[in-house]
């Protein structure tokens, strides 16, 4: 099968994703995305720090350890004072970009939100992206007019039926809706999708390979399904890791623009994953910068923040494993080369 063929718009596409997906030739396919990132983004790797600052989540995903039902979890939110504190050690370490992530919890007004965006830009002058589910174009708007730079909202799958197994009560047309929100007010717009997720077939994943890309994003992030033993997904197969690092290559042959992460769920299903995703296209580490008193509690999926090291000494390690995969720590902001293009400004 030719690789060149994936990035022909036609049914011929399709089955060379697939073909790909299916394990056609890895060596080829990892060798490509990996060289097209560094044709882009040379060594770097940027540095996301992400401060999670409440588990609370009004929500009933299938998959997710956060949903609303779950009574077994520990619930907790940090303060605006705990919040700026794990901004600041972040800055001090070298991070040039905090990411706010929480579960969907109407405790937090959207004007206090706003209000410790503006905080962090004006006290630590950092790029700050947004992870906090979906929201009206209203308050995306006072959000971005308050500093904030970039926004992640995975649409989780191209199928709807998945989607809606997933995510009961959901319509995926409203995700879909949200994201076009977010690349209409500028935002550096980041979506993404799980690999495995019950019901997914190696059709559907080529079709959402295919869709997302039509999304023209600015950030893509791609981590296989993990069950959650407290979640209706709990006794669901795993998504495969190797799927996930081809859909990752796949991705970044046909986004070569976007920033791509290495994410922590890749090394939750298997160990030194995370480390394989920087030698297959990723560009990106998104370290948690949550207190380690209640880092672990963050439990979106097993495996989530296990390791509940001081910051610094997470830090260290991540220092190492990008050393270790031949790249190097970027002190960059990292806006996207995607954004940056298609804001006419490269």
Aim: with cysteine; glycine share 8%; charged share 25%.
């Amino acid at each position: 099968m030719n690789l060149d063929r994936i990035k022909e718009p036609n049914f011929s596409q399709f089955e060379t994703i697939k073909s790909f997906l299916l394990g056609e030739n890895d060596g080829r396919l990892f060798s490509q995305s990996d060289e097209i990132r560094r044709k882009v983004f040379g060594d770097d790797v940027f540095i996301r720090g992400i401060v999670e600052f409440s588990n609370h989540c009004k929500q009933n995903c299938s998959y997710c350890g956060l949903r609303a039902p779950n009574k077994e979890i520990t619930r907790y939110r940090l303060t605006r004072e705990e919040i700026l504190h794990c901004v600041k050690i972040g800055k001090e370490q070298g991070i040039q970009t905090i990411v706010l992530q929480s579960g969907e919890d109407p405790y937090f007004s959207d004007d206090w939100i706003a209000e410790l965006i503006s905080e962090i830009k004006l006290k630590y002058s950092i790029a700050i992206t947004l992870s906090l589910g979906e929201r009206n174009f209203k308050t995306y708007k006072l959000w971005k007019d308050a500093g904030a730079d970039r926004y992640l909202l995975r649409i989780e799958t191209f199928d709807r039926e998945v989607y809606e197994n997933a995510r009961k009560g959901h319509r995926w047309n409203d995700r879909l809706k949200c994201v076009q929100m977010l690349h209409e007010l500028g935002f550096e717009t980041g979506s993404g999708f799980m690999v495995g997720l019950p019901g997914e077939t190696v059709d559907s994943l080529a079709n959402s390979i295919l869709e997302l890309t039509k999304l023209n994003l600015d950030m893509i992030g791609i981590g296989p399904f993990v069950a959650h033993p407290e979640t209706p997904f709990k006794n669901q197969q795993n998504g495969n890791v190797l799927f996930s690092l081809r859909t990752l290559a796949i991705i970044r042959i046909l986004n070569p623009l976007a920033n791509i992460p290495s994410t922590s769920a890749l090394e939750s299903a298997q160990k030194g994953a995370r480390l394989t995703g920087l030698k297959v296209g990723a560009n990106v580490i998104m370290p948690s910068l949550t207190p380690e008193r209640v880092k672990a509690l963050y439990n979106i999926y097993p495996g989530k923040n296990a390791v509940q090291d001081e910051t610094e000494y997470s830090l260290k390690a991540v220092r190492e494993m990008i050393r270790e995969a031949g790249l190097r720590w970027s002190d960059s902001v990292g806006v996207s080369p995607n954004w940056l293009n298609h804001n006419q400004i490269l």
